[in-house]
């Protein structure tokens, strides 16, 4: 495939994704949670699966894999190549840490690394690492983890590497092959293939199993380092030579740019490049429209017969901006919380720049959810899966999804 992607204005982004293999850039991506979980499987094994039904259904090449074709729950159609071959974007197998100290000398203040704590430890993962590769297998509190990246999505979603506690360890890569301009993944042990945004298996033996999303979030660096100071970074010794740092996907997410090989449903209700917080609870799906913050921004919602906070603040820039990611724009951080604590819904409010007070104890909150000043501090809010993500992405993969306004 050697289509360059353009703009509305006609400016062409600087790297083919053909070019980008050639050269050792990942511009396969998506992203979002694995939040099929709360949807419900929609996992069905089609009838018409003979060999010149895939044949005819399927647009991407079989060859090499070991796939069971015959199983999957979404048309084989909407599957197409994102240009480059399997693990042509190679994932991260062995990853290795740094300090916080040490991550200072190569990270700026407000570049955007993938924040994820699990059973007390917390590693933050840049995204000027994560957008050449997309995928890292890890472990992380003592548990298997799996960080992804969508750049074409703008999706980072961490989930557990198992369908069961106990159970098999999947490892997972890029296959190559986009769905709705979504990262489709596979894993080693049965090459299944999965939706990076909802985490189902939609082609395989294990097609209809979801993997357990966990929260992810996109902070600046300064935020991550305040809120989890005896953290560790992923390192750049990742065994391959990119250009960490630098942004393969200039301008991609100008707002009146259209999204690269995305084939799927439209929903006009946005436009396509906006950016969203993604949330599912139950059965519903929620769409909460992002503008670059001022100042802190703070949501009180219902969804699912949840009481949930979404908190915006300042200090992260774009990924998918300027050509060195940390020169780019300042889009803002968020962080989503079940905000109900000790039985007490709290509603929380924009204090100053970068802070909120909750109304019910005058208790002083960060983005990142903990108190740090008042009656409650030292308490975390519970951390909520979820996903920033572009509008087109989120439109196709919940059609149904309700768009929260402030008079909602």
């Not at 929609?42 to 199983?71: C, I, M, Q, Y």
Request: glycine share 10%; net charge negative; aromatic share 8%.
């Amino acid at each position: 495939m050697n289509r360059v992607p353009h703009n509305t204005t006609g400016h062409p982004y600087r790297l083919t994704r053909r070019r980008v293999l050639a050269g050792g850039v990942a511009l396969a991506g998506v992203g979002a949670v694995g939040l099929a979980a709360n949807r419900g499987s929609t996992s069905a094994v089609l009838a018409d699966a003979t060999p010149e039904a895939l044949d005819r259904d399927l647009n991407v090449s079989t060859t090499g894999w070991k796939t069971d074709f015959s199983k999957h729950s979404v048309n084989l159609s909407e599957i197409r190549s994102g240009g480059v071959p399997r693990d042509g974007i190679p994932p991260i197998d062995a990853p290795a840490y740094v300090s916080i100290a040490e991550a200072n000398a190569w990270i700026a203040a407000e570049e955007p690394v993938v924040a994820v704590a699990r059973n007390g430890q917390a590693r933050a993962y840049p995204i000027q690492i994560l957008i050449w590769h997309e995928i890292v297998n890890d472990v992380l509190g003592g548990e298997p983890t799996l960080v992804t990246f969508c750049p074409l999505c703008n999706t980072a979603i961490a989930f557990d590497r198992r369908l069961t506690p106990g159970g098999t360890v999947y490892d997972f890569g890029t296959t190559g092959n986009l769905r709705f301009s979504d990262l489709v993944m596979w894993d080693r042990q049965t090459e299944s293939w999965w939706q990076q945004l909802t985490g189902e298996a939609i082609v395989g033996e294990l097609t209809g199993s979801v993997l357990t999303a966990y929260p992810a979030q996109i902070l600046g660096w300064s935020a991550f380092t305040e809120a989890y100071p005896t953290g560790d970074v992923l390192s750049r010794e990742t065994g391959h030579s990119r250009s960490y740092g630098q942004n393969p996907y200039v301008g991609y997410d100008d707002i009146n740019s259209t999204p690269f090989l995305f084939d799927g449903p439209n929903d006009g209700r946005l436009r396509p490049m906006e950016r969203v917080v993604g949330l599912t609870v139950g059965t519903e799906a929620v769409a909460y429209p992002l503008v670059a913050p001022d100042g802190a921004l703070a949501i009180n919602d219902g969804i699912g017969g949840m009481e949930i906070a979404i908190l915006h603040v300042p200090g992260a820039r774009s990924a998918l901006d300027q050509s060195v990611i940390a020169e780019s724009r300042d889009i803002g951080q968020v962080g989503v919380f079940d905000r109900v604590l000790d039985g007490q819904v709290l509603t929380l409010t924009a204090e100053g720049a970068d802070r909120f007070v909750d109304q019910e104890t005058g208790s002083i909150w960060t983005v990142t959810g903990q108190a740090i000043d008042g009656t409650l501090a030292g308490r975390q809010l519970p951390p909520l899966a979820h996903v920033v993500v572009f509008w087109f992405a989120w439109g196709a993969a919940y059609p149904q999804t309700r768009i929260w306004t402030p008079s909602s």
